[in-house]
């Protein structure tokens, strides 16, 4: 049997999700990314930019965890590694998304959680983040009673998030700009989703990229309103692992 609570309904356990952006699939970087996933001691870990399927299978045996791959339209793939068995798996790879959402199911005490994975369109992409976020809502509208968690480098700004100091010869540009309108970001809030960083850490930036010298928040874990209940902490990894391994800063989330 499975373990239940007081009112007969699966037990909640404790479970921690991880967010890493690799870069164009992380060679040359593998045992730098495994490090960096290694210490925090994640139940499931979203990569991005997933280019390489092999780097994905050799992170998946280092650190003996199941390996979802999710082709993208272009060569931005997604993955999904899970320490838990993971029940099912499904590539949403539409039109409309400049690379692809990845889902996949496992259980957390008894109970099936769901996880999507997403790399939302860069100025390279005929798409905007704004444009793809609506699409990605629609999948997971079909969840919204469920409890599920959306991860991924996003390449968008919080409205009212601050940007830092861009290094010497980089302009601001896009939602960087003041005044810009950040509609992608905000239709995920008011969809009623939980940003787990902003949650934890009102004041503080939770800038993720560039690694070595960040100044953008582009990387998020957001929580359906019954997973956000379970929120515990979330942070950005910082240090020179994490420096070292892509030019994305990792970021996790704990739920109790």
Not at 6 to 16: E, N
Not at 18 to 36: C, K, P, T, Y
Not at 91 to 96: E, G, K, P, Q, S
Not at 127 to 138: D, M, R
């Amino acid at each position: 049997m499975r373990a239940t609570d007081r009112a007969g309904s699966p037990k909640r356990t404790a479970f921690k999700v991880f967010g890493h952006n690799i870069r164009e699939g992380g060679n040359g970087r593998l045992a730098d990314i495994a490090d960096a996933i290694r210490a925090q001691h994640p139940d499931a870990v979203a990569l991005l930019e997933a280019m390489s399927p092999s780097n994905a299978e050799r992170l998946a045996r280092e650190l003996r965890m199941e390996l979802a791959f999710g082709e993208a339209n272009n060569a931005v793939h997604v993955a999904w590694l899970s320490r838990l068995p993971i029940r099912r798996a499904k590539n949403h790879r539409l039109a409309d998304l400049s690379k692809t959402l990845l889902e996949v199911e496992v259980l957390r005490g008894g109970a099936p959680l769901r996880l999507f994975a997403t790399h939302l369109a860069s100025r390279h992409d005929a798409q905007s983040p704004a444009e793809e976020v609506p699409v990605i809502l629609g999948v997971l509208n079909r969840n919204s009673d469920e409890p599920h968690l959306l991860l991924g480098d996003f390449n968008a700004l919080r409205p009212g998030d601050p940007v830092g100091t861009p290094p010497r010869g980089v302009e601001k540009r896009g939602e960087a700009r003041e005044g810009v309108p950040r509609r992608a970001i905000r239709q995920i809030l008011d969809a009623g989703y939980t940003d787990c960083y902003r949650t934890m850490h009102p004041r503080e930036p939770g800038y993720t990229y560039p690694s070595s010298s960040p100044w953008l928040r582009l990387d998020y874990v957001f929580a359906s309103p019954r997973m956000a209940d379970d929120l515990r902490a979330c942070d950005v990894v910082i240090g020179e692992t994490a420096e070292r391994a892509s030019d994305h800063l990792p970021i996790w989330a704990e739920f109790g």
